[in-house]
């Protein structure tokens, strides 16, 4: 289990982009694989993307298909979630996540798979 870092979240206008990051706190190395959530008041926590230990596998939910970009720098010890077009539904709270129990060859959708979680960092989009 590892202590995560998000940073990125902000204030735009719909149809701006803005780029979440996301690492390990402490320089802490470890094998896993990650994705992003997102938890828009009143509704339940949702995925948003997920990736694999070595990036070469990736998912993205329908919602933000062809607008948002999951990848990581494993040199870097960094996943991001690039987000453009973003839209007012977008607007939540983002969480980063990170899972050592399952294949690393894979990328999962279920939180439970996920024993590592960032504090969250705010989208807001604007119309």
Same mark, same amino acid.
């Given at each position: 289990q590892v202590q995560l870092v998000e940073s990125g979240g902000g204030l735009v206008q719909a149809g701006d982009s803005l780029r979440l990051s996301c690492a390990p706190s402490g320089g802490a190395r470890s094998r896993y694989y990650a994705a992003?959530? @997102?938890?828009?008041?009143g509704t339940e926590r949702e995925v948003v993307s997920a990736i694999n230990w070595s990036g070469d596998r990736s998912w993205n939910a329908d919602s %933000?298909?062809? @607008?948002?970009?999951?990848? @990581?720098?494993?040199?870097k010890?960094? %996943? %991001?979630?690039q987000m453009n077009s973003l839209k007012p539904e977008d607007t939540a709270v983002y969480y980063c996540a990170a899972g050592t129990d399952g294949s690393k060859m894979y990328y999962y959708t279920?939180?439970?798979?996920?024993?590592?979680?960032?504090?969250?960092?705010q989208v807001t989009v604007s119309s």
């Open positions: 992003w959530f @997102r938890q828009a008041p %933000v298909k062809g @607008r948002f970009t999951i990848s @990581r720098d494993n040199s010890n960094t %996943v %991001v979630l279920s939180a439970g798979m996920y024993n590592s979680w960032g504090q969250g960092t």
